[in-house]
């Protein structure tokens, strides 16, 4: 019982680390279109900007959370 726990655990964390991974992948991605300037309609490039920065923070709170279990 206590092993299958550790093992579901140990899943838990790495899915956690792996949407963490991907949250700061689209925080580059949408990064990239906030800059890209005016071929991306302003609309698009306001929401990237705040995505940015959202998408960022997620992944660093996710982070700092996993590394204290």
């Not at 005016?38 to 992944?59: H, Q």
């Amino acid at each position: 019982m206590r092993r299958l726990q550790h093992e579901a655990k140990s899943l838990a964390r790495e899915h956690i680390e792996l949407l963490a991974a991907k949250l700061s992948e689209v925080s580059l991605l949408s990064g990239e279109i906030a800059e890209g300037g005016e071929i991306y309609p302003v609309g698009v490039r306001e929401l990237s900007r705040r995505l940015t920065e959202e998408a960022n923070m997620t992944a660093l709170t996710l982070t700092a959370i996993i590394d204290r279990t």
